[in-house]
């Protein structure tokens, strides 16, 4: 069956642009999960969602960051007035309900760069 | 302050052999330990996992260990294949210490080269 697909898979905008990176996730999953990559390091945590509920947003850096998920499947993460340290692999997971941390399912990542 | 540790960048070892991956924690509230793949340019892959309940998991070629008085994990795959060349990426949670969310921290990540 289908991964979590992102879209797009390359963005380059110029600094002070807005973004918008998309997010779908495997059919039926209820959890939804936005990481922050950047070179050399680990995902970092940003936003998590429980069907259209965000639950968790404490690790988004700045009020520049939004996401949302407004029917529980497609997810979008936008990022307004960009800046050069928002250049990243911006990952979406999700996973279905009723499991544990295991179940967490990577997309492939769209990769920002800010110019 | 780096809450999950990888300290070895990278690893080689030859194909047949041991494949040993550290990771050290800090945060002594983390109770649930992962370790995921990844190839590039694709997403991590969960490999395996551990609850701090327990100081050992096998799944196959794959094992990991857990002590927790030293707050150390490593993953050990016996025997390695040159397929299991990636990165690999540790990763702790807070599971069942009331955060809710299931927000991975990882490490920086361990780039393993199997060498045929």
């Known amino acids: 069956g289908a991964g979590v697909s992102q879209s797009p898979r390359y963005k380059v905008a110029k600094r002070g642009q807005d973004v918008a990176l998309r997010c779908d996730p495997i059919s039926g999953h209820v959890s939804l999960f936005w990481y922050q990559q950047a070179l050399g390091q680990g995902p970092e945590f940003l936003t998590y969602f429980q069907n259209e509920a965000q639950l968790d947003k404490s690790g988004l850096p700045s009020d520049r960051f939004f996401a949302e998920r407004p029917e529980g499947s497609v997810s979008t993460l936008k990022i307004q007035r960009t800046q050069q340290e928002d250049s990243a692999v911006y990952l979406c997971?999700?996973?279905?309900?009723?499991?544990?941390?295991?179940?967490?399912?990577f997309g492939p990542g769209t990769r920002l760069t800010v110019t | 302050d780096q809450q999950v540790k990888q300290n070895s960048p990278s690893l080689s070892v030859q194909e047949g052999r041991i494949s040993i991956l550290n990771c050290d924690y800090t945060?002594?509230?983390?109770?649930?330990f992962l370790w995921y793949k990844k190839y590039p340019a694709e997403g991590p892959t969960f490999l395996i996992s551990?609850?701090?309940?327990?100081d050992k998991n096998e799944d196959g070629r794959f094992t990991v260990f857990l002590n927790k008085s030293a707050k150390h994990l490593s993953l050990h795959i016996v025997p390695s294949q040159p397929g299991d060349s990636a990165v690999y990426f540790c990763?702790?949670?807070?599971?069942?210490?009331?955060?809710?969310?299931?927000?991975?921290?990882f490490g920086k990540g361990t780039k393993l080269s199997v060498i045929p």
């Open positions: 551990i609850s701090s309940i327990k």
């Open positions: 945060n002594s509230m983390f109770d649930y």
């Open positions: 990763a702790a949670d807070l599971a069942y210490s009331g955060a809710g969310s299931y927000q991975l921290t």
């Open positions: 997971a999700s996973s279905p309900p009723g499991t544990g941390q295991d179940e967490q399912y």
